[in-house]
């Protein structure tokens, strides 16, 4: 399946998961997340990303597929991706399909990442898919995918292992079917062609990205610690797998693309921003301290965030210090020395705040700075 070339220069989009504030319903966050990609329209951002969680009382983008297209009927040219879809939960063939009708009703606006976490806990895990897939299917379930929204019919088993040089079966060859044997299709999805990314927070989804010759996204938003070595990584990665093309298929070599998540907060001044920027602190110090909850309004005290994670202080700053907050042009000029030091091909934006408004406002803001 082929991927799109390079960009000239970085661009900027929207990373979401759909956060419910104190105070607020969850019918208030759904109404807001269209809201957010309509601004995100106007404003000139490239993707609407969408992330898998589920059970929490945080975040609402538990039916991802159907958000994205919620997002896809709201707006006219934004490119909507799900960043990602947590393939230890859902079976391939649905994912192609459910993608696949997206991509038919919105072509070329669709895009599809995919993880290797559950995106919960244990118990939620074994109520979504009893007998889930193992880990290191991965990258056979992506090439699963691919072979379902490309051209070509699909093969009886699907050699993905092999990519990654584990053991299979001696002869796959025999165990194809004939000509006119039945096969697995995704009606709609097959020729559709969405571009698939692998989502990693570490060197091993960095691996697989750059074993299959597809785009890599990097969690450095609350994993930043290994981002620069999975960035390395999936390059170093890639170009192994380039240089041992042959012939004819230099010419097709993947060329790398990356997109990396950032959490960001701009206002109109310094003190604002970081004002603002408290609740997403909070928000971190509960995932860390295992106390979930709707997003926090913001506080003037800098380190209430503490009372969330008592003992645990350092992984939420360790978790955190990826972060931007201040004004327009500040944020602008800090982020594009982050692209131009990791080499980014996109960044996604992740910006919480308690009011909606100033969510928008913080997104607007950073467009604005960014495309000047």
Request: proline share 8%.
């Amino acid at each position: 399946m082929s991927q799109p070339e390079r960009r000239a220069a970085p661009v900027l989009s929207v990373m979401d998961m759909v956060p419910v504030s104190a105070g607020h319903s969850r019918t208030d966050a759904l109404t807001d997340m269209i809201a957010l990609a309509r601004a995100a329209d106007v404003a000139g951002y490239e993707h609407f990303w969408l992330a898998e969680h589920h059970g929490s009382t945080t975040y609402l983008s538990s039916a991802t597929i159907v958000l994205m297209g919620q997002v896809l009927a709201a707006t006219e040219r934004l490119g909507v991706a799900s960043g990602g879809i947590m393939l230890p939960n859902h079976a391939p063939l649905v994912v192609a399909e459910q993608i696949g009708t997206l991509a038919t009703l919105y072509p070329g606006r669709v895009e599809l990442g995919l993880g290797r976490a559950p995106g919960t806990d244990r118990l939620t895990a074994a109520a979504l898919r009893r007998g889930a897939s193992d880990p290191g299917r991965f990258a056979e379930e992506i090439l699963e995918i691919l072979t379902y929204l490309g051209d070509e019919p699909v093969p009886e088993r699907l050699p993905g292992s092999l990519l990654l040089g584990a053991s299979s079966a001696p002869d796959v060859a025999a165990q194809m079917p004939g000509p006119d044997a039945p096969r697995v299709r995704a009606i709609p999805g097959e020729g559709t062609h969405p571009t698939v990314w692998v989502l990693g927070s570490s060197v091993n989804g960095a691996r697989v990205a750059g074993r299959l010759g597809l785009p890599f996204a990097v969690a450095s938003h609350f994993a930043p610690v290994q981002a620069e070595a999975a960035i390395a990584t999936y390059r170093s990665v890639l170009e192994s797998q380039a240089e041992e093309a042959q012939g004819a298929q230099q010419a097709l070599r993947p060329v790398p693309r990356v997109a990396a998540a950032v959490n960001v907060m701009v206002a109109p001044s310094q003190d604002e921003a970081s004002f603002l920027f408290s609740t997403a602190m909070a928000a971190a110090a509960r995932i860390v301290g295992n106390r979930p909850a709707p997003l926090d309004p913001p506080t003037e005290d800098p380190q209430a965030w503490r009372a969330y994670a008592l003992g645990r202080e350092a992984a939420v700053e360790t978790a955190m210090s990826l972060s931007f907050v201040g004004t327009a042009d500040d944020v602008a000029a800090r982020l594009r020395e982050l692209a131009d030091r990791w080499d980014l091909d996109e960044i996604l934006v992740v910006t919480y705040a308690h009011d909606p408004a100033l969510r928008r406002r913080s997104y607007e803001l950073l467009a604005q700075a960014w495309n000047a």
